[in-house]
T-cell receptor, first 116, second 113 residues
Framework: AQSVAQPEDQVNVAEGNPLTVKCTYS??????LFWYVQYPNRGLQFLLK??????LVKGSYGFEAEFNKSQTSFHLKKPSALVSDSALYFC??????????????FGTGTKLQVIP | DVKVTQSSRYLVKRTGEKVFLECVQD?????MFWYRQDPGLGLRLIYF???????EKGDIPEGYSVSREKKERFSLILESASTNQTSMYLC????????????FGQGTRLTVV
């Protein structure tokens, strides 16, 4: 069975500082990993994904994430946080070898608060 | 840009009512999904569809049904609404393929009183 954990319910960071939102996963094979962002009262928007290749993935709005197979992690990062980055962030995992539908499992979400 | 449109942003229904939530996507995606989102629980899959008239149960299908008569439209039906179905409902679509990302609608916040 696959799973994903976001260990922090909330992350606070000062504007201009680097931010990290943590994600760890568990799958039987090589994972496909995704990050989504949700602004208040909106649906989720895709930020970036890791399928294969370079472990550092760049995405929308200046975000990037690093796939670390040995630590089974896929942390989301940004060098300099903006107040407008304040939102709810979801990590998701899919095991491409699981057969059938290849279900996506979402984490419980991390609320990012960027303080002016 | 892909657009996934849910018919209502906010709904208030009475216990026992039959409730229809509609979702339309404009990018010819094969796969469509219904999730519910609750604080602390993340997104939980209710049902998904991989083709017209085809559907599969997700993690929490009890009390729900779905309909996909046309490729672009995926409807979620609450047969007899109950207060524990008060939630945010999110529709999503994506192209077939394990590495494709999903596109979400804006969500419907349903309150059952």
């Amino acid at each position: 069975a696959q799973s994903v954990a976001q260990p922090e319910d909330q992350v606070n960071v000062a504007e201009g500082n680097p931010l990290t939102v943590k994600c760890t996963y568990s799958v039987s094979g090589n994972p496909y990993l995704f990050w989504y962002v949700q602004y208040p009262n909106r649906g989720l928007q895709f930020l970036l994904k890791y399928i294969t290749g370079d472990n550092l993935v760049k995405g929308s709005y200046g975000f990037e994430a690093e796939f670390n197979k040995s630590q089974t992690s896929f942390h989301l990062k940004k060098p300099s946080a903006l107040v407008s980055d304040s939102a709810l962030y979801f990590c998701a995992v899919r095991d491409p070898n699981s057969g059938g539908y290849q279900k996506v499992t979402f984490g419980t979400g991390t609320k990012l608060q960027v303080i002016p | 840009d892909v657009k996934v449109t849910q018919s209502s942003r906010y709904l208030v229904k009475r216990t026992g009512e039959k409730v229809f939530l509609e979702c339309v996507q404009d990018m010819d995606h094969e796969n469509m999904f219904w999730y519910r989102q609750d604080p602390g629980l993340g997104l939980r899959l209710i049902y998904f569809s991989y083709d017209v008239k085809m559907k599969e149960k997700g993690d929490i299908p009890e009390g729900y049904s779905v309909s996909r008569e046309k490729k672009e439209r995926f409807s979620l039906i609450l047969e007899s609404a109950s207060t524990n179905q008060t939630s945010m409902y999110l529709c999503a679509s994506r192209q077939a393929g394990a590495g494709t990302e999903a596109f979400f609608g804006q969500g419907t916040r349903l309150t059952v009183v």
